[in-house]
């Protein structure tokens, strides 16, 4: 089953603008992890935010989560046409000992040039 | 290091007929996943293994096996392709740990079943 709901399901943008997309899920956590995957290729892991974290930063990127809302954001600065790509959180169960993450849908980003 | 690797990248298969996907990596990591991606339905888990020799199911299991006979392999099979397998295939792994670490993805393989 999907924990993880990506909002928005497709967001379009112009290069330079700001990009924002948030994921909620269902239950407690270990942590949230972000993942991008451009058209055709494999994911690739962009940032993993601990349960008692509350923010993070990686170069151009910004996580932010909100365990009493049980949700949490990801923001692209000064985006590039690069960018455009598809993005998915993925939550690990603080329940059990299963080692799966959870997945959401995800975010489809085009930044127009 | 080559990361993650998947064997074949495409592959074409009358209904009924096997086939195996082949999943290498290496990074010596712990875990390996098997997960399909299909339109609308994002990444579903099919089979993982948490250790060399040992296998579990996910989400979508049926009509998969796996096996994990070696800690850098993680092999997929078809036993009797279906229609309704037609999908992007994708093996990941990760280290081990007390928490779900980050997954290392391989590129894909591309399945259209006939």
């Known amino acids: 089953s999907q924990q993880g709901e990506e909002d928005p399901q497709a967001l379009s943008i112009q290069e330079g603008e700001n990009a924002t997309m948030n994921c909620s899920y269902k239950?407690?956590?270990?942590?949230l992890q972000w993942y991008r995957q451009n058209s055709g290729r494999g994911l690739v892991h962009l940032i993993l935010?601990?349960?008692n974290e509350r923010e993070k930063h990686s170069g151009r990127l910004r996580v932010t989560l909100d365990t009493s809302k049980k949700s949490s954001s990801l923001l692209i600065t000064a985006s590039r046409a690069a960018d455009t790509a598809s993005y998915f959180c993925?939550?690990?169960?603080?329940?059990?000992?299963?080692?799966?993450?959870?997945w959401g849908l995800g975010t489809s980003l085009a930044v127009n040039p | 290091n080559a990361g993650v690797t998947q064997t074949p990248k495409f592959r074409v298969l009358k209904t009924g007929q096997s086939m195996t996907l082949l999943c290498a990596q290496d990074?010596?990591?712990?875990?390996m996943y098997w997960y399909r991606q299909d339109p609308g339905m994002g990444l579903r888990l099919i089979h993982y293994?948490?250790?060399?020799?040992?296998?579990a199911k996910g989400e979508v299991p049926d009509g998969y096996n796996v096996s994990r006979l070696k800690k850098q392999n993680f092999l997929l099979g078809l036993e009797s392709a279906a229609p309704s397998q037609t999908s992007v295939y994708f093996c990941?792994?990760?280290?081990?740990?007390?928490?779900?670490?980050?997954?290392?993805f391989g590129p894909g393989t591309r399945l259209l079943v006939l």
């Open positions: 993925a939550t690990d169960p603080n329940a059990g000992n299963n080692r799966k993450l959870i």
């Open positions: 239950t407690s956590i270990n942590n």
């Open positions: 935010i601990r349960s």
């Open positions: 990074m010596n990591h712990e875990y």
């Open positions: 293994s948490v250790g060399e020799g040992t296998t």
């Open positions: 990941a792994s990760s280290y081990g740990g007390k928490a779900t670490p980050p997954q290392y």
